[in-house]
């Protein structure tokens, strides 16, 4: 499996990475450890989560996912054979949100006991946080990587001139620098990172892990009215796709999978790669979806695949 450096960090993550958000909530704990164990066997090695991960589930409290990674770690062991990427600042309780250094010191010793580890590799800032000033927040995640506690960080849902200022302000105090930038990016939702977002990464040599790869499952194929969406987890997100440019993109997914016998999900993955990302973030929750998930790690497309995509997915 090729593995790729994110940004200018150590880290060395293969062509796709496992969305957590998934474990504790569409997929109970032994599927979950299923699904970790095949994941682990194929060779690839993140996977991301978050700290309000699934929150928004009635009945939960944030922390599910962690809990369920935590638990796999536990008894599975093989620590230094995977890579875990979380993050914080989205509110979990009242008061506790952010990206202030009292908050984050309590954030991460949270996660950490619920990932039952000593340290997590990708820490991310889970949004900005205006109310904070930048070198305070740069300046904790500094205190948490010489603890050791953590060993690179990130940032997601960043726009392009705070992330640009966050850059000058580790270069300029000799700060840690966001290695990475999560974005929502896939080929039905474009551009808000397309352009000033991804020149900046481009420039700055800023790892790409874009989450909601496969738009909710639109880009699978299997939503093509509003009744496939009935009684599914994500599938009201879908509905709002339902239109011209989004029945032209799937058009061009079914000629590109008539053309190369690959799924829609797995071409809209490869996309993502042609497009220059470091590995798209995508989650199933069975082994089944996990197996076409992973097809997409050695599907390279062609030129001409690539610009169909584009055209039917420009505005």
Not at 243 to 251: A, P, S, T, V
């Amino acid at each position: 499996m090729i593995k790729r450096r994110l940004g200018n960090s150590s880290l060395e993550i293969g062509p796709l990475v496992f969305g957590g958000n998934v474990f504790g909530w569409t997929a109970d704990e032994p599927t979950s450890f299923k699904l970790l164990d095949a994941f682990v066997a194929s060779g690839l090695n993140m996977i991301d989560t978050a700290d309000v991960y699934s929150k928004w589930i009635p009945g939960h409290v944030g922390g599910e996912s962690e809990t369920v990674i935590g638990n796999w770690l536990a008894q599975r062991g093989g620590r230094d054979k995977v890579l875990i990427a979380t993050k914080l600042g989205v509110e979990i309780g009242p008061g506790e949100q952010g990206l202030s250094k009292a908050y984050m010191t309590k954030a991460v010793e949270r996660s950490l006991a619920r990932l039952k580890t000593d340290y997590i590799d990708l820490y991310q800032a889970h949004r900005d946080d205006t109310e904070t000033p930048m070198e305070e927040t740069l300046s904790a995640f500094g205190e948490l990587i010489k603890s050791g506690k953590v060993r690179a960080i990130g940032a997601s849902n960043f726009k392009a001139d705070r992330l640009a200022e966050a850059l000058r302000i580790s270069a300029a105090r000799g700060l840690p620098r966001y290695e990475s930038l999560q974005p929502w990016y896939n080929l039905y939702d474009r551009f808000d990172f397309e352009g000033d977002l991804s020149q900046l990464c481009q420039r700055e040599n800023i790892g790409v892990i874009p989450y909601f790869s496969l738009a909710s499952g639109f880009l699978t194929g299997k939503y093509r009215t509003e009744k496939d969406a009935e009684g599914t987890a994500r599938g009201y997100r879908t509905k709002g796709m339902l239109n011209e440019r989004g029945f032209r993109i799937l058009k061009a997914l079914d000629t590109v999978s008539a053309d190369i016998g690959a799924t829609p999900a797995q071409i809209s993955l490869a996309w993502l790669v042609a497009r220059g990302v470091t590995a798209p973030i995508a989650s199933a929750t069975n082994l089944k979806q996990f197996e076409e998930l992973l097809g997409s790690t050695t599907l390279k497309l062609t030129p001409d695949a690539v610009r169909l995509l584009n055209d039917a997915s420009r505005t």
